[in-house]
């Protein structure tokens, strides 16, 4: 399903290449699986940059960056803390270690080569927040189900909101919000997949169980899907340019198109 019209499509999927070959590693590949790609913030990403004038290997590097940073604090993410027992456990959590660690080394290599200092310092701030963050958010064992929901959205459109810092203009508070919310809107779907689909609940739906009820949390989940997406499109409203808006309400429209495709795979198990 593509998440953009036809006169974008084709570059992001020049871009989507170009992020799997800078990720590529065969001797990782044999034994791990590298963490998905949000397509969603690709295309977000993707066009602000367009709105604000940059195309060509500029754009491309500055994506490309952006998702090996993602892709590296997602590697490290799943290193178990677990002890190992296996053979085969400990090469696999030794091999994400180092999948984190090739990211990493990938993205240090296209920001040198970026020359843009203040993109440069924007990123290696945003990496920063979001490792205190994690930290906090999973060290931390008092969080409401809306508190735990809001700092992981905070972590997860950190990267997205350092390029809006990078930039000044009257309507850039309006792209940061759009990127919370879209990000929001990710997350949510993300717990009702995991919950709806595979059975299972995410942290976020376990802490609004807890509150509410399973079935009243199921109810609220939906509620506050539906209240974002709501969100998202009056905030496009706001956008300069109606190549810009006609873009971003095709995203809101694919995000609400997964939600019932989504639901109605759940009616038919």
């Given at each position: 399903?593509?998440l953009?019209?036809?006169?974008?499509?084709?570059?992001?999927?020049?871009?989507?290449?170009?992020i799997?070959?800078?990720?590529?590693?065969?001797?990782?590949?044999?034994?791990i699986?590298?963490?998905?790609?949000?397509?969603?913030?690709?295309?977000l990403?993707?066009?602000?940059?367009?709105?604000?004038?940059?195309?060509?290997?500029a754009?491309?590097?500055?994506?490309?960056?952006?998702?090996?940073?993602?892709?590296?604090?997602?590697?490290?993410?799943?290193?178990?803390l677990?002890k190992?027992?296996?053979?085969?456990?400990?090469?696999?959590?030794q091999?994400?270690?180092?999948?984190?660690?090739y990211?990493?080394s990938?993205?240090?290599?296209?920001?040198?080569?970026?020359?843009?200092?203040?993109?440069?310092?924007?990123?290696?701030?945003?990496?920063?927040?979001?490792?205190e963050?994690?930290?906090?958010?999973?060290?931390?064992?008092?969080?409401?189900?809306?508190?735990?929901?809001?700092?992981?959205?905070?972590?997860?459109?950190?990267?997205?909101?350092?390029?809006?810092?990078?930039?000044?203009?009257?309507?850039?508070d309006?792209?940061m919000?759009?990127?919370?919310?879209?990000?929001?809107?990710?997350?949510?779907l993300?717990?009702?997949?995991?919950?709806?689909?595979?059975?299972?609940?995410g942290?976020?739906?376990?802490?609004?169980?807890?509150?509410e009820?399973?079935?009243?949390?199921?109810?609220?989940?939906?509620?506050?899907?539906?209240?974002?997406?709501?969100?998202?499109?009056?905030?496009?409203?706001?956008?300069?340019?109606?190549?810009?808006?006609?873009?971003?309400?095709?995203?809101?429209?694919?995000?609400?198109?997964?939600?019932?495709?989504?639901?109605?795979?759940?009616?038919?198990?």
């Amino acid at each position: 399903m593509n998440l953009l019209k036809h006169d974008f499509q084709e570059e992001i999927e020049e871009v989507v290449r170009s992020i799997k070959q800078n990720a590529e590693n065969r001797v990782l590949y044999q034994y791990i699986d590298n963490p998905p790609i949000s397509q969603l913030r690709i295309c977000l990403l993707y066009l602000f940059l367009r709105q604000r004038g940059v195309s060509g290997a500029a754009l491309r590097d500055y994506i490309v960056t952006a998702t090996l940073i993602q892709l590296a604090l997602d590697s490290h993410e799943r290193v178990s803390l677990n002890k190992e027992e296996t053979s085969a456990g400990i090469r696999s959590r030794q091999l994400t270690v180092l999948a984190g660690d090739y990211f990493s080394s990938r993205y240090y290599y296209l920001l040198a080569n970026l020359e843009d200092v203040r993109a440069i310092g924007q990123l290696a701030r945003s990496i920063q927040e979001i490792n205190e963050w994690k930290i906090n958010l999973y060290c931390e064992n008092d969080w409401t189900a809306e508190q735990y929901l809001q700092r992981k959205v905070d972590i997860e459109s950190s990267l997205l909101r350092s390029f809006g810092n990078a930039y000044v203009g009257e309507t850039m508070d309006v792209w940061m919000r759009i990127f919370s919310q879209m990000i929001l809107v990710e997350q949510l779907l993300a717990e009702y997949r995991t919950w709806n689909i595979e059975q299972e609940a995410g942290r976020y739906f376990h802490l609004l169980s807890r509150e509410e009820g399973t079935h009243s949390a199921y109810q609220s989940m939906l509620q506050h899907i539906h209240k974002a997406l709501h969100q998202c499109r009056k905030l496009i409203a706001l956008v300069e340019g109606e190549e810009w808006r006609a873009e971003l309400r095709h995203l809101v429209d694919r995000c609400a198109e997964e939600l019932d495709n989504q639901k109605a795979r759940a009616e038919e198990m």
